[in-house]
């Protein structure tokens, strides 16, 4: 009939929108980039240890694998204080620099010895170390009601020390945490070390997520004495996480997945990349699971998690290029390079000095 109906109709396309289309799908791009890169800032201050900028294997295993059979408070009071402070992963700190007066007293015993501070430090260090060993050995030898308070006019206080925690003390360093008894024997009063190091922070009346983990009385510190069951993160968290990841990403990597699908790059390339974020985002999810039954699958987050974003991070610039033409194009270019500057800026005068300084302190610790 010779309609026009009859013509071949040109497939849509991206580039077909009219101009202020394109520019909402430009625009929501490049905040899902930014958002995208804010997430990963995000997952450092949570997870990484000082000195990295992303969590490694150690770190990945440690927050999703297996753990130790031990209860959280012991956990924390044992690991690392390189690790972030947070209940993922350590309260150590809250004996050393985290403790009120910390900085104070290191400066007074270092112009009384007459030594610098970092030699100070590491004196007060060497004494203080009872403090968690005297807890985490309260806790292993059964956290009993009756070893945890004292009375204040005791001689003596409940939990005797083991040896190897007792070696840690000498006469001529006062504490308000150990007495020596008649018989040579050291005692630790439990509840007061709790008390200083913290309840400052873990008080009834506290405002915020501490505020709801109170440890000032026995009954209470004994909710996080019980052995978590060998598993990483907790069965709600990770549920909760599985579905805000599988929810709220999902619907993300759905629409960047889509603007892809419609650009005009050849359909085996558009075929794979497209969905790719959502696929990978499933396979890293299983691993979160997989990875509490053997720590290895915590690989397989890694490696899924980087692909997710190799895919997003595809889908976003291949996209915009796609959107405009020539003159939009060399704006485009210009709107990354300018973006992938400002991040190499900010990494070289921002973040690796800051983890450079994270490194020293970290490695001054462990000397
Ligand atoms: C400077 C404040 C501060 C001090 C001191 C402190 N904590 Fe924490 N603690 C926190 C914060 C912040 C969290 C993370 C809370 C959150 O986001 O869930 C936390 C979390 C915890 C958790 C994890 C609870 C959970 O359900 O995840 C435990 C257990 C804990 N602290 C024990 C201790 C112990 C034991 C001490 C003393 C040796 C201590 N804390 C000292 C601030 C502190």
Not at 238 to 247: G, I, P
């Amino acid at each position: 009939m010779g309609s026009s109906l009859d013509l071949p109709r040109k497939p849509f396309a991206l580039r077909h929108l009219p101009t202020a289309a394109r520019m909402v799908v430009a625009t929501y791009l490049i905040s899902v980039g930014i958002g995208y890169f804010s997430a990963l800032v995000q997952l450092h201050f949570q997870h990484a240890s000082a000195g990295q900028f992303l969590p490694g294997p150690d770190e990945v295993k440690s927050a999703y694998g297996s753990r130790p059979n031990m209860g959280q408070l012991e956990r924390l009071v044992l690991a690392d204080e390189t690790r972030p402070f947070n209940g993922s992963g350590q309260m150590r700190e809250a004996f050393f620099r985290r403790a009120s007066g910390w900085r104070r007293e290191i400066r007074e015993l270092a112009k009384d010895k007459k030594v610098s501070e970092e030699e100070a430090e590491k004196m007060i260090r060497k004494q203080r170390v009872a403090e968690p060993d005297a807890l985490v050995a309260w806790i292993r030898s059964g956290a009993a009601k009756d070893t945890y308070k004292e009375s204040t006019e005791a001689k003596s206080y409940k939990f005797l020390l083991p040896d190897e925690v007792a070696a840690h003390l000498t006469d001529d360093a006062p504490s308000d945490f150990f007495k020596k008894n008649e018989d040579g024997k050291w005692t630790a009063n439990i509840a007061e070390i709790i008390d200083t190091r913290c309840v400052h922070c873990h008080k009834t009346g506290a405002r915020g997520a501490v505020g709801a983990i109170q440890l000032d009385e026995w009954e209470k510190v004994m909710d996080y004495i019980a052995p978590e069951g060998g598993s990483g993160m907790s069965l709600d968290k990770l549920a909760q996480s599985t579905h805000v990841h599988l929810l709220g990403f999902a619907m993300l990597y759905g629409l960047t997945g889509f603007i892809f699908a419609f650009t005009s790059y050849p359909a085996a390339i558009r075929a794979v990349i497209a969905p790719l974020p959502l696929v990978m985002q499933v396979l890293e999810i299983s691993c979160w699971w997989l990875a509490r039954a053997d720590a290895t699958f915590a690989l397989g987050i890694m490696a899924f998690g980087g692909l997710v974003a190799l895919g997003l991070g595809a889908q976003i610039v291949l996209s915009l290029f796609d959107l405009f033409d020539k003159k939009g194009k060399v704006m485009i270019a210009l709107l990354l390079i300018a973006g992938a500057a400002s991040v190499g800026v900010l990494y070289t005068q921002v973040i690796a000095p800051h983890l450079e300084q994270q490194k020293t302190s970290a490695a001054r610790l462990s000397s």
